[in-house]
C-alpha cells in the first residue's frame, strides 16, 4: 500500500515538472516585489501655480482699489511665502497639494467677506 501511495506521489511530482521548467519557477520564487513609487509634489503642481499666479494678480489689483482691504491676502502670503519655505525646512520635502488647496479656499473666502462688509 505505501509502495503505491509513493508511485502515486512520483507519478505527480514528474507530471508537475513537466509542466513547469525549472527557468520559470526560479522566476516566480525570485521575483522583486514591486515597490510602490511615491509621487512627489514639486513646483509644477497646478495648484501651486494657480496660487501664484492669482496672487501676483491680486496684488496689484486690490493695491488699486481705494478702501480695500488687503488682509484678505494676507493668508494666501503666509501659506505661499513663509509656509512653504517652513514646510520645506521642517519636512524635507515640496508641501502636498491639499496645502495650496487650502490656501486658495481661505483666501476665496476671506475675500468674500470683505466683499459682503462692504
Known amino acids: 500500500m ?7 506521489w512520483l507519478s505527480e511530482q514528474l507530471d508537475r515538472e513537466k509542466k513547469v521548467s ?14 510602490k513609487v511615491k509621487k512627489e509634489n514639486d513646483t509644477s503642481d497646478p495648484f501651486f501655480v494657480i496660487d ?3 496672487f501676483s494678480l491680486m496684488i496689484p489689483a486690490f493695491v488699486g482699489m481705494r478702501g480695500h482691504p488687503l488682509y ?3 493668508p494666501f502670503f503666509i501659506f505661499l511665502g513663509p ?16 496645502y495650496f488647496i487650502l490656501a486658495l479656499v481661505l483666501t476665496i473666502i476671506a475675500e468674500a467677506i470683505v466683499i ?3
Do not use: A, M, Y
Not at 505505501?2 to 502515486?8: G, I, L, P, T, V
Not at 509656509?83 to 491639499?98: A, H, N, V
Open 116 to 118: 459682503i462688509q462692504v
Open 2 to 8: 505505501q509502495e503505491q501511495n509513493e508511485k502515486d
Open 52 to 54: 501664484l499666479i492669482l
Open 22 to 35: 525549472v527557468d520559470t519557477s526560479f522566476d516566480e520564487e525570485n521575483k522583486p516585489e514591486k515597490k
Open 72 to 74: 484678505p491676502l494676507l
Open 83 to 98: 509656509g512653504t519655505i517652513l514646510w520645506e525646512i521642517q519636512l524635507k520635502k515640496f508641501p502636498p497639494r491639499w
